[in-house]
Nanobody
Framework: QVQLVESGGGSVQAGGSLRLSCAAF????????MGWFRQAPGKEREGVAR????????VYADSVKGRFTISQDNAKNTLYLQMNSLKPEDTAMYYC??????????????????WGQGTQVTVSS
């Protein structure tokens, strides 16, 4: 089973940038869908972006499209989320997750079974 560890969160002003990292341990040769999710207090968890480890195209939530970029470094077994032009509404706990490759064709999160511990992102006005 793959274990995931996020890092890179912090507090920034609106318009600023952060780069989140998700290191994968125990990575197998299986093809995974890996994604970033976020959850703010009192709100439902929402998908931010996801990508197949095999090099498939990325998919983004409309709320972050054009501002966030998901990428991966296969040599380092690390997933990234570059977040630019941050807004206060981006404030949330951000999680990375891994699941079967076909999950990248959907928008849900319940079928992802491997999750990181989360990293907090706070964007001030």
């Amino acid at each position: 089973q793959v274990q995931l560890v996020e890092s890179g969160g912090g507090s920034v002003q609106a318009g600023g940038s952060l780069r989140l990292s998700c290191a994968a341990f125990g990575y197998s040769y299986s093809l995974y869908c890996m994604g970033w999710f976020r959850q703010a207090p009192g709100k439902e968890r929402e998908g931010v972006a996801r990508i197949n480890t095999g090099g498939g195209s990325a998919v983004y939530a409309d709320s972050v499209k054009g501002r966030f970029t998901i990428s991966q470094d296969n040599a380092k077994n690390t997933l990234y989320l570059q977040m630019n032009s941050l807004k206060p509404e981006d404030t949330a706990m951000y999680y990375c997750a891994a699941g079967p490759y076909y999950l990248c064709g959907g928008s849900g999160s319940d079928q992802f079974r491997t999750w990181g511990q989360g990293t907090q992102v706070t964007v001030s006005s």
